[in-house]
T-cell receptor
Framework: ETGVTQSPTHLIKTRGQQVTLRCSSQSGHNTVSWYQQALGQGPQFIFQYYREEENGRGNFPPRFSGLQFPNYSSELNVNALELDDSALYLC??????????????FGSGTQLSVL | AQSVTQLGSHVSVSEGALVLLRCNYSSSVPPYLFWYVQYPNQGLQLLLKYTSAATLVKGINGFEAEFKKSETSFHLTKPSAHMSDAAEYFCAVRASGGYQKVTFGTGTKLQVIP
């Protein structure tokens, strides 16, 4: 049990819709990263937030956006859903106090299906 | 840019046998290397990490990995497989010198045969 919680656990949407996924960080963590894990693949980095600012982004289009709140919880928003957006979305939190000691704690993910 | 390649998408071993999961990395700067495990319907859990302190890294659940710069490898081993080790294992890399994204491999699914 990592202390990182994600909601909802499962979600079904249709193409073109918008979705918001939520993540509650582990206590004391100030950094949140979001990953997309397609079936049979490793997680792909979407973006990272540190103290409410986007701090790095992977190869994902602008319709993937995020927020981090003062309590360090986070949202991932995806607009204009496409079939290929179907995947497990993972949130990971960490405490940016030491580069060497930084360790990602993952939530169990949100399984998104786009029909 | 950093990347990892995991050799073998599926590995089967008998219970009690040696587990060897292979990972090769590519990095333009000294890397931090990780192995994560993912059980069905769960997120990823860190098994161990290499941050240049020692080349042989011991992790949880009896796993260990050795950093070999000459071979650009970071293979994961366990002397004796247990049924509970059946899961998917991911090798990952992050560049040192700043907080960068973690890049994951495609994963190796480990099956343990009784």
């Amino acid at each position: 049990e990592t202390g990182v919680t994600q909601s909802p656990t499962h979600l079904i949407k249709t193409r073109g819709q918008q979705v918001t996924l939520r993540c509650s960080s582990q206590s004391g963590h100030n950094t949140v990263s979001w990953y997309q894990q397609a079936l049979g693949q490793g997680p792909q980095f979407i973006f990272q937030y540190y103290r409410e600012e986007e701090n790095g982004r992977g190869n994902f289009p602008p319709r993937f956006s995020g927020l981090q709140f003062p309590n360090y919880s986070s949202e991932l928003n995806v607009n204009a859903l496409e079939l290929d957006d179907s995947a497990l979305y993972l949130c990971a939190s960490s405490a940016r106090d030491s580069e060497t000691n930084e360790k990602l704690f993952f939530g169990s993910g949100t399984q998104l299906s786009v029909l | 840019a950093q990347s990892v390649t995991q050799l073998g998408s599926h590995v089967s071993v008998s219970e009690g046998a040696l587990v060897l999961l292979r990972c090769n990395y590519s990095s333009s700067v000294p890397p931090y290397l990780f192995w994560y495990v993912q059980y069905p319907n769960q997120g990823l859990q860190l098994l161990l990490k290499y941050t240049s302190a020692a080349t042989l890294v011991k992790g949880i659940n009896g796993f260990e990995a050795e950093f070999k710069k000459s071979e650009t490898s970071f293979h994961l081993t366990k002397p004796s497989a247990h049924m509970s080790d059946a899961a998917e294992y991911f090798c990952a890399v992050r560049a040192s010198g700043g907080y960068q994204k973690v890049t994951f491999g495609t994963g190796t699914k480990l099956q343990v045969i009784p």
